[in-house]
T-cell receptor, first 114, second 113 residues
Framework: GAGVSQSPSNKVTEKGKDVELRCDPI?????LYWYRQSLGQGLEFLIY????????KSGLPSDRFSAERTGGSVSTLTIQRTQQEDSAVYLCASSPRDSYTEAFFGQGTRLTVV | AQSVTQLGSHVSVSEGALVLLRCNYS??????LFWYVQYPNQGLQLLLK??????LVKGINGFEAEFKKSETSFHLTKPSAHMSDAAEYFC???????????FGKGTKLSVKP
C-alpha cells in the first residue's frame, strides 16, 4: 500500500478481554516498530522487528503484551486481559532500514478499555 | 542511554510570528535527531532529521532546525507562523543501531490569528 495501515482505527473493549491490533507496513520495509502514546506517558517504544524477529522487546510493559510479525510484513500486537491503564493510541511505524532513515507512521489504533 | 527534553508543553504564537520550539537531548553516542509533527487524530509525520553533515537542517513546510553539539540542542524554528502549523511537535533521538526512537513529551503549538 501507499503507507502504513493500522486496524482497527478505534477499539473499545471491556476490562479483562484480549485485543489484537494489526499493522500493515509499507511493502519492502524490513524494520517495524510499535509505540504507545498515552496522556501520562507520552510516546513510548514497545517493540522492534527486523524481518520476523524481534531483537528488542524491552519496551513491552508487561507479559500481557506480545507481538509477532509474519512473512516479514504484517504485525499483530496482542494485549491479554486488558486493563484500563492500557487505554492509549498504539502507533506502528516501518522503515526500509534501521538506524537513521525515516520511520513512516500509521495513523494509530485508539484503544479504550472500559 | 538517550533522552530528549522539550521545553514548554504548550507554545502560543501569533500568525506571522517566529516559531521556536526547544529540544535538548542526551546521548552517549553521536545522535540522530528528528522532529515529527502530529495533527489531531493523525499519525506522526517527519518534518526534518539530522544524521551527519550540515548542522542546519531544512525540512518541510518552511521549518528548519540546527544541531548544536556544544549545547546538546536541536531547536525547531520557522520564521513566520501559519494557522496550519497548529499541531503537536515531537523531538526524537534514535536509540542506537536498531533505529527505534526516544521521544520528548511533545510541544503543542497554537497559532492565533
Amino acid at each position: 500500500g501507499a503507507g502504513v495501515s493500522q486496524s482497527p482505527s478505534n477499539k473499545v473493549t471491556e476490562k479483562g478481554k484480549d485485543v489484537e491490533l494489526r499493522c500493515d507496513p509499507i511493502s519492502g520495509h524490513t524494520a517495524l516498530y510499535w509505540y504507545r502514546q498515552s496522556l501520562g506517558q507520552g510516546l513510548e517504544f514497545l517493540i522492534y522487528f527486523q524481518g520476523n524477529s524481534a531483537p528488542d522487546k524491552s519496551g513491552l510493559p508487561s507479559d500481557r503484551f506480545s507481538a509477532e510479525r509474519t512473512g516479514g510484513s504484517v504485525s499483530t500486537l496482542t494485549i491479554q486481559r486488558t486493563q484500563q491503564e492500557d487505554s492509549a493510541v498504539y502507533l506502528c511505524a516501518s522503515s526500509p532500514r534501521d538506524s537513521y532513515t525515516e520511520a513512516f507512521f500509521g495513523q494509530g489504533t485508539r484503544l479504550t478499555v472500559v | 542511554a538517550q533522552s530528549v527534553t522539550q521545553l514548554g508543553s504548550h507554545v502560543s504564537v501569533s500568525e506571522g510570528a517566529l516559531v521556536l520550539l526547544r529540544c535538548n537531548y542526551s546521548s552517549s553516542v553521536p545522535p540522530y535527531l528528528f522532529w515529527y509533527v502530529q495533527y489531531p487524530n493523525q499519525g506522526l509525520q517527519l518534518l526534518l532529521k539530522y544524521t551527519t553533515g550540515a548542522t542546519l537542517v531544512k525540512g518541510i513546510n518552511g521549518f528548519e532546525a540546527e544541531f548544536k553539539k556544544s549545547e546538546t540542542s536541536f531547536h525547531l524554528t520557522k520564521p513566520s507562523a501559519h494557522m496550519s502549523d497548529a499541531a503537536e511537535y515531537f523531538c526524537a533521538v534514535s536509540a542506537g543501531s536498531q533505529g527505534n526512537l526516544i521521544f520528548g513529551k511533545g510541544t503543542k503549538l497554537s497559532v492565533k490569528p
